[in-house]
């Protein structure tokens, strides 16, 4: 083959590739964060914010963030604050980001304190809506203490389906009875382990919220 | 030692030593074929190291005469290239210089045929020949002698008043002559000056032409080396292009690193449009797409150099017409200035985002948003970048082809260094193998030294009896 063939050659296949392979792949990361809002939990909103406003620095054009507060009924779409998967060009996604601000901000500035904390029904809905918009990396961060107290009849003691799921607990403050016996502390994160690991997914604990970049590695 | 092998378990040295002496007397018994089986061995592998080694010589041989022919013909084509831009240029300088010899030649004809005719007109006349002198003292004494006689007196008299008058204005006319001569003489200067000024011109062009007869003239020397396959020629053309090589790599090196800045003033805003998020195998769409742009700049400086014949790494360009060849230069300018423009607004957009970006961290941080000033300088440099490096870029082409044509040339060096590297060392091998089965059959020998020393002294002794029992028949017989 002579020179200019072999050029031909390499435009041609250089402009198929091109064509063939930029069909668009899923979105890399999916953030979903769950916010405690029972007693004297709600009391930490600030944190939570600086946490947000650090993942929406962090978060690349085609990331999917949701947040959403834990209640009494978590398992429910009025519970979910806001979700959104960034366009795919920067600047458009930086707007969505300003607009994301501005409605967490809204949120923390009328907050109420809840009466129980569902967190298992808010993990069910951030996987539901991971599972739904299927990005590489799918990441529940639950702003909590980490202690369940469900309302009268709601049923939540099985087993869930966490595959490729990392459940990262932020900020799991320590409760009067912690401080009496540590050991509770350490069995209510063991036994929430124990719970994400069965369903396939992994579980961290982040109490430094300094050492949130390496932690979610995003 | 395995227990098997003990012959008397209960002493195992005295086992030790009959297995000891036993594979000695063995080795002694297999020493002739054993030296044979090793000799044989190193004397097999040392052949076969010295055939494999000629086979790589024969390849390394044929190898650097194809370099060599190579050399040549780059040489050849490249002293060709040169000849041939020098006999351009001549043929430029005689078209612009002695293009218009005629009208030079016919303006010279009228300057020296004004200066030949001013010559003529400032030609000098006589002053009054003496004998008007003479006829004044003549009518003098004549006036003299007529004293007495009025008449004649009156009329020598007006004579010579008419004669003095004739006199002076005879000199007066030749006074005006004069002045009109130095009139002429000084318009001659002009013409003479046109003149010196028109033949330094065509002494410069001629000068020029000689110039560049003597390059010819040393260029065809060179051809013919060439030409002749001297070794002279082909050191000197391997030395040039290994130059050439290191020249052209290191520009090249330059010139990527100036595509690696390109890359990065349009990766980001490349994003814009055609998103952020979908992927070409490891790379973002957007990278591949900026890298696509600046291959596409680099080529379209490619064909450019091409159609100016600056470079000829395409032999088709390189064969169309000067009219197909003009538009094609001016096709691929108009392309790569579009690109220039697409760049240089890519950069700007660069720099937008940059600072919507900065805008959204500082709000992420609560901290008022506030734009530095002079933010407006790094913008209009990216701009002004984005627009040069494009044609910067384009002249990636000639050290592209001076590294490509040398780099052949280098490879096959390089090759064949490697190839004489390789058949030394086989060679090597092959009489390490012969030294090694030498030195083998001695330690062999050192093994069983102890037979071979019984041997030598029951040989000797054998010699020695011999030796007497022949002295002892010899003495009898006598």
Not at chain 2, 142 to 165: F, H, M, S
Not at chain 2, 191 to 207: D, I, K, P, Q, Y
Not at chain 2, 223 to 230: C, L, M, T, V
Not at chain 2, 294 to 301: D, F, Q, Y
Request: glycine content about 6%; charged content about 25%; some cysteine.
């Amino acid at each position: 083959m002579n020179r200019p063939n072999v050029v031909k050659a390499c435009l041609a296949l250089g402009t198929a590739l091109l064509l063939g392979a930029c069909s668009p792949v899923p979105p890399g990361t999916g953030v979903f964060l769950l916010i405690d809002t029972s007693g004297t939990y709600a009391g930490e909103l600030d944190r939570a914010r600086s946490v947000i406003n650090y993942l929406l620095g962090t978060l690349d054009p085609g990331d999917s963030f949701g947040v959403a507060r834990i209640d009494g009924g978590s398992f429910s779409e009025k519970d979910i604050l806001v979700r959104v998967t960034f366009d795919e060009r920067p600047s458009v996604a930086n707007d969505e980001k300003r607009l994301f601000l501005e409605k967490v901000g809204a949120f923390t500035d009328t907050v109420r304190s809840a009466a129980h904390t569902d967190i298992t029904g808010g993990v069910l809905q951030a996987v539901e809506w991971l599972n739904e918009v299927g990005p590489g990396r799918k990441t529940v961060l639950i702003f909590s203490d980490m202690e369940e107290d469900l309302p009268e009849g709601f049923v939540r003691d099985f087993p869930m389906e966490l595959e490729g799921v990392r459940v990262i607990a932020l900020n799991v403050t320590k409760l009067r009875p912690d401080n009496v016996d540590p050991r509770t502390y350490a069995m209510r994160l063991d036994r929430w382990r124990e719970r994400i690991e069965s369903g396939g997914g992994r579980f961290a604990v982040i109490n430094d919220l300094e050492r949130l970049d390496v932690a979610l590695d995003l | 030692m395995p227990g098997w092998m003990m012959v008397w378990p209960e002493n195992p040295a005295l086992s030790v030593l009959f297995l000891l002496i036993t594979l000695i007397l063995f080795l002694y018994g297999a020493r002739a074929p054993a030296h044979r089986g090793i000799q044989s061995t190193a004397r097999a592998l040392n052949q076969g190291c010295k055939l494999i080694a000629e086979a790589i010589r024969g390849v390394q041989e044929r190898l650097a005469a194809r370099n060599r022919e190579v050399l040549l013909s780059e040489g050849l084509e490249d002293a060709e290239r040169q000849i041939e831009q020098e006999f351009q240029r001549i043929s430029a300088a005689v078209d612009r210089d002695l293009g218009g010899y005629p009208a030079l030649h016919r303006r010279l004809a009228d300057q020296v045929a004004r200066i030949d005719e001013d010559y003529r007109k400032v030609t000098d006349s006589p002053p009054a020949p003496d004998s008007w002198t003479q006829t004044l003292n003549a009518a003098g004494e004549l006036v003299e002698k007529a004293g007495t006689q009025p008449a004649a007196a009156k009329a020598v008299d007006a004579l010579r008043t008419a004669i003095e008058q004739a006199h002076d204005d005879a000199m007066e006319t030749y006074r005006e002559s004069s002045r009109e001569r130095h009139d002429l003489l000084a318009k001659m200067v002009p013409a003479w000056r046109a003149m010196s000024s028109t033949l330094t011109r065509v002494e410069n062009s001629v000068g020029n032409i000689f110039e560049r007869s003597r390059r010819i003239d040393e260029l065809m020397d060179e051809y013919r080396e060439i030409s002749a396959k001297s070794d002279v020629a082909e050191r000197k053309l391997t030395s040039s292009t290994l130059s050439q090589f290191v020249i052209a790599s290191f520009v090249l090196v330059v010139a990527s690193l100036g595509g690696f800045i390109n890359f990065q003033l349009i990766a980001l805003p490349m994003s814009e449009m055609v998103g952020a998020t979908s992927r070409l195998g490891s790379m973002q769409t957007s990278d591949v797409a900026a890298l696509v742009i600046i291959l596409i700049e680099i080529t379209m400086g490619l064909f450019l150099m091409e159609s100016l014949r600056i470079t000829r790494l395409f032999p088709v360009i390189g064969r169309l017409d000067a009219r197909a060849r003009r538009r094609m230069a001016w096709a691929t300018l108009s392309i790569l200035v579009i690109l220039a423009g697409i760049e240089s607004s890519l950069a700007y957009m660069r720099d937008m985002l940059a600072a919507d970006r900065v805008a959204l961290t500082q709000q992420l941080a609560g901290a008022a948003v506030q734009r530095p000033e002079f933010m407006w300088i790094p913008a209009v440099g990216q701009m002004v970048m984005g627009f040069i490096l494009p044609f910067a870029l384009t002249f990636v082409a000639i050290p592209l082809e001076s590294f490509i044509h040398s780099s052949r040339i280098v490879l096959g060096q390089v090759t064949v260094g490697l190839l004489r590297a390789l058949a030394f060392g086989v060679d090597m091998l092959g009489f390490a193998a012969d030294h090694a089965g030498k030195a083998l059959k001695n330690v062999y020998d050192v093994v069983v030294f102890l037979p071979l020393k019984i041997e030598e002294l029951v040989l000797q002794a054998r010699a020695d009896r011999a030796e007497a029992v022949s002295t002892k028949r010899s003495t009898s017989t006598a």
